[in-house]
């Protein structure tokens, strides 16, 4: 079949399926440069609006991860078990989570990203820590991976270009938000990855992508489908993202709130969710009697941390940077604290310095705000309810602004329920 781009975009603009023949060129060309960023941001454009079936996610999936490389941790005889979060407020559960993972038997292969917008990017936390590196060649990653159990890096240049090419362009095109780019974008790089299973924290709530349930579930199941059929055991999990996970939100501070989870200690809903995550994953590598809570409690996990954190040149014993200045917010009203917004918590946060406008920008490491208090908390007037931390003074206005209407206390005594963290499963 002879191809050419405008009846591939004339296609999906006319409501029609792309045959799979169509798919894998127009994928291939524009790898290559021969669809140019204007004609593929027309066809992105058609699938936001008119989307595509399973089959042609499912073969659009497959032209991605056809483009670059993939890689294969045959060799290290371990079981392989990766996460993958759709991006949340004050998301550090990578962090406990792959050292967990690793100190109860499996290997934990986790290409993570940066931070853009309100949501935090695990490398930028770990960034935080003094001497750490995110960039590893293929063979880097793999000897960390073989030593320590688990490995958080950048993903190098090799594993599906396309969506590299593609995400960026999404990003300025206003295409980001459409179910099957977004799952086949994440999917193509996680079974590139080579991992042989996969669990997914589909986050649903003002400070996650998917506002709404319905379409936090219809992401999920289209991202199991996709993993399954690709020979990568899939399952889901959907969260709550209404409200930030932890009482901290930004780089270095989440670091520290990650250690003392480590600890045995940090926040109920950060614990809660950490093994919530690891039982699944365990579960899809084949190890369902691992006990991921007495691996937090008898130190190995921390073991695990420290000595996959050296592996990476970072000092685990060293000071982690903190912000230059502070400013608390205070509570204005005794009572019970019944909603602290997500979206609103993540844009302050940015608007401090935790986070970027560009790839390009640099982030502070000690910036971020600290929650003194959740939802269904009791709080006092004139206590703090969160403190700002930044070295640029001059934006605390900036993220007070994002802050205005953010969060309701009710009067003492009242009835209030708080929401559970892990709200849906999606079996694989
Ligand atoms: N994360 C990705 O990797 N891709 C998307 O499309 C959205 C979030």
Redesign the pocket.
């Given at each position: 079949m002879s191809m050419d781009v405008i009846s591939v975009i004339r296609t999906k603009r006319d409501r029609g399926a792309l045959a799979p023949e169509q798919i894998d060129w127009v994928i291939d060309a524009y790898t290559r440069g021969e669809v140019a960023d204007e004609q593929m941001s027309a066809l992105a454009m058609a699938i936001l609006l008119n989307g595509m079936s399973r089959a042609e996610i499912a073969r659009w999936t497959g032209a991605m991860i056809a483009s670059g490389e993939r890689m294969d941790f045959s060799t290290l005889r371990r079981h392989t078990a990766d996460k993958h979060s759709?991006?949340g407020v004050g998301d550090k559960i990578t962090l406990p989570l792959a050292p967990l993972v690793a100190a109860c038997g499996a290997a934990v292969p986790q290409l993570s990203?940066r931070g853009l917008g309100h949501t935090g990017g695990t490398l930028d936390k770990l960034e935080s820590i003094p001497g750490w590196r995110a960039s590893l060649s293929n063979s880097e990653m793999l000897g960390v991976l073989a030593d320590t159990g688990a490995v958080v890096c950048a993903a190098g240049d090799g594993l599906a270009p396309a969506?590299k090419k593609l995400?960026a362009l999404?990003d300025v095109t206003g295409t980001?938000e459409?179910i099957p780019?977004?799952a086949?974008?994440?999917m193509s790089?996680k079974i590139a990855e080579g991992t042989g299973s996969l669990v997914l924290d589909v986050k649903t709530g003002s400070g996650a992508?998917m506002k709404s349930i319905e379409d936090a579930r219809e992401l999920a199941s289209t991202m199991v489908e996709l993993g399954n059929d690709h020979g990568v055991r899939t399952r889901a999990l959907l969260t709550d993202m209404s409200t930030p996970l932890g009482l901290t939100v930004g780089n270095a501070l989440e670091v520290r709130e990650s250690v003392e989870v480590l600890a045995g200690g940090g926040p109920a809903d950060v614990v809660e969710l950490t093994l919530a995550l690891a039982t699944e994953m365990l579960a899809a590598a084949g190890l369902p009697d691992a006990d991921p809570a007495k691996a937090l409690a008898d130190g190995s996990a921390m073991d695990h941390w420290r000595r996959m954190i050296a592996a990476q040149g970072g000092d685990p014993g060293a000071e982690l940077p903190t912000a230059r200045e502070k400013q608390p917010v205070m509570v204005p009203a005794s009572g019970i604290l019944t909603r602290l917004d997500a979206y609103a918590v993540g844009l302050a946060a940015w608007r401090l310095g935790a986070g970027r406008a560009r790839k390009e920008d640099p982030v502070q490491a000690g910036a971020g705000i600290e929650l003194h208090a959740k939802p269904g908390d009791p709080v006092t007037a004139g206590r703090p309810l969160m403190t700002l931390y930044s070295d640029t003074p001059q934006t605390f206005a900036y993220a007070l602004e994002a802050l205005a209407g953010s969060y309701d206390i009710a009067p003492q005594g009242t009835e209030f329920a708080v929401s559970p963290i892990v709200l849906e499963r999606v079996p694989g």
């Open positions: 759709t991006g990203g969506d995400y999404r980001v459409s780019l977004i086949s974008s994440i790089k992508f």
